[in-house]
Every structure is written in C-alpha cells, then in structure tokens.
C-alpha cells in the first residue's frame, strides 16, 4: 500500500510540475533580461514551444546565447552566456535528461574535456545568471521584479595561482575562483542581494 500510495503521489507531483508554457516572445523578453542591455537585441535566444520541447525561440546576430525558464521548475531563472561555451552548456542538457546528478555531470564533462571530446573556451568567456521568485515573475507578460543578477567568467583550467584570485570571497562582490584547475573553472561575482530579498 505504501508503494501504491508513494506511485500515486509522484504521479499528481509529476502532473502539477506540468505548468503552461508561456508564448515564445514572452519567453524571449523575459530571457534576454540576463543579459547585458546593449547585447539583449542580438542574442540568440532558446526555450521551450508550446510541446515542452526545447527549441531555438530566436535566431540572433552575436555572441550570446540566452536560455528562457523552464516553466516546471521553481522560480524564474534565465541565463544568458557566451556562444563558445554551448558545447559544454549542450552537453550538460543532456547528461541532466539522462538523469545525472551535478557530481555525474561535472565528472562526464571533466573527463570528456581532457579527451577533447568535449571543447572548451580557449579564451575567458561570460554567463550572466538572473533569477526572481516565482511571484515576482508574471508568465504572461514577461516582467519581473526584484531580479538577482550574477556574473561567470569561464576560464577553464585558471588556477588561484594563475589569475590572483582568492577561493572565495572576502568582501560582497569580490570576485573568486571555483573549481580552479578543472575544465569548469571559472571566476564567480556575487552582488550583496537587495535588502528586501534578504532572510
């Protein structure tokens, strides 16, 4: 019976995890918000069509590249990076449908990088990552508020040593370096969070 019972809940999880798939040019002005204001017109941007499948939403014209929310996680959260990291963004999609935890999936990537399987950035390059609670984001019209904006600068392989950088910060926005000497290492800057959003 608790088996019985524990397939039943997963099942009405599973269902109430389905939310609606807001339009694509919601998705769009909602994603490109990650990114930086005199980019935001020329970004590539991906999401989801009205299936749940993930699809190209927009063709761009530079460098980035911007993923919208998923609408069946908690939260809203959009990330905008460089086009030179999507072999390891794309390979990350994948191994996370495959089921993999983010020990899994930093392992694979590891692993497949120093094979040259899978390429890395030979030169530094961005992800901004912009995030908001799901009541401060409105699917229909694609605004929100009180956003917290992030900042990554891949740098794979950069050790402390290399780049001057403490292992972690000292100070709210001082920048610091993870994962240093790995294919993911990359350098992390965490503005203070407003006030009002804090605990």
Known sequence: MLAISLLIFSGFKSQAQQATIPLADIQIK????AAPAEKRAGVTVLGYNQKGEFVQLRKGTNELICLAD?????????SCYHKDLEPFMKRGRELR???KNSQEIFDTRE???KSGKLIMPKKSAAL?????SDENFDA????VKEGYLRYVVYVPYATAETTGLPLKPDAP????????????AHIMINPPLPAKTKE
Request: net charge positive; charged share 10%; aromatic share 10%.
């Open 30 to 33: 909602a994603a490109v918000l």
């Open 97 to 99: 449908k495959a089921g």
């Open 128 to 132: 901004y990552v912009y995030t908001a």
């Open 111 to 113: 692993k497949e990088a």
């Open 173 to 184: 926005s001082m920048p610091w370096i993870m994962h240093p000497g790995t294919h993911g």
């Open 140 to 143: 229909a019209t694609g605004q």
């Open 70 to 78: 998923d609408p069946n996680q908690k939260g809203f959260s959009a």
